[in-house]
């Protein structure tokens, strides 16, 4: 699916194949909560990185965040510096994909079967994640990936 997305103030616009388009999993972890997650968690989707073009690629910056241990993850947060919007991750750790956050894309997504709960150890005390029958939860990483994720739906 082609995933159209953009900032809030449009300085940013870009389009990405995604063959994990649907937004089903929440990640309440405290980089995603705090750079994308107003609701206390942040909504990634799985795309093709070479398939990703920008338009306004000067407004960009990128945000590394530290981690526990001291360290800069490897993942480059992609934002727009003139709105702040969070736009996608990129991580070297996996070259050919990049993950814009569904908060950022303008078209229609598909509505998810079920949602997937990631990282609830980490979520914030006054968050109240919106559980439903069936959906799936983990204090950590689950061991499924979004595209394995998209397969077993077979979406």
Same mark, same amino acid.
Not at 5 to 34: L, W
Not at 66 to 83: I, Q, V
């Given at each position: 699916?082609?995933?159209?997305?953009?900032?809030?103030?449009?300085?940013?616009?870009?389009?990405?194949?995604?063959?994990?388009?649907?937004?089903?999993?929440?990640?309440?972890?405290?980089?995603?909560?705090?750079?994308?997650?107003?609701?206390?968690?942040?909504?990634?989707?799985?795309?093709?990185?070479?398939?990703?073009?920008?338009?306004?690629?000067?407004? $960009?910056?990128?945000?590394?965040? #530290?981690?526990? @241990?001291?360290?800069?993850?490897?993942?480059?947060?992609?934002?727009? !510096? =003139?709105?702040?919007?969070?736009?996608?991750?990129?991580?070297?750790?996996?070259?050919?994909?990049?993950?814009?956050?569904?908060?950022?894309?303008?078209?229609?997504?598909?509505?998810?079967?079920?949602?997937?709960?990631?990282?609830?150890?980490?979520?914030?005390?006054?968050?109240?994640?919106? $559980?439903?029958?069936?959906?799936? #939860?983990?204090? @950590?990483?689950?061991?499924?990936?979004?595209?394995?994720?998209?397969? !077993? =739906?077979?979406?």
């Amino acid at each position: 699916m082609k995933l159209e997305g953009s900032c809030h103030c449009k300085a940013v616009r870009f389009t990405v194949e995604a063959p994990s388009p649907v937004p089903f999993m929440r990640c309440y972890c405290s980089i995603c909560r705090k750079t994308a997650g107003g609701g206390g968690y942040a909504i990634n989707l799985g795309a093709a990185r070479d398939t990703l073009r920008i338009d306004g690629e000067d407004a $960009l910056s990128v945000y590394r965040a #530290r981690l526990a @241990d001291g360290s800069l993850s490897t993942g480059e947060r992609n934002f727009c !510096r =003139h709105c702040g919007s969070a736009l996608w991750l990129w991580d070297p750790t996996w070259p050919e994909l990049v993950h814009p956050h569904a908060s950022a894309i303008d078209a229609p997504l598909p509505v998810p079967p079920q949602r997937v709960h990631i990282m609830l150890a980490s979520k914030a005390n006054w968050v109240e994640p919106e $559980l439903r029958p069936g959906d799936e #939860r983990f204090d @950590d990483y689950p061991d499924e990936s979004l595209a394995q994720w998209h397969e !077993r =739906h077979g979406l």
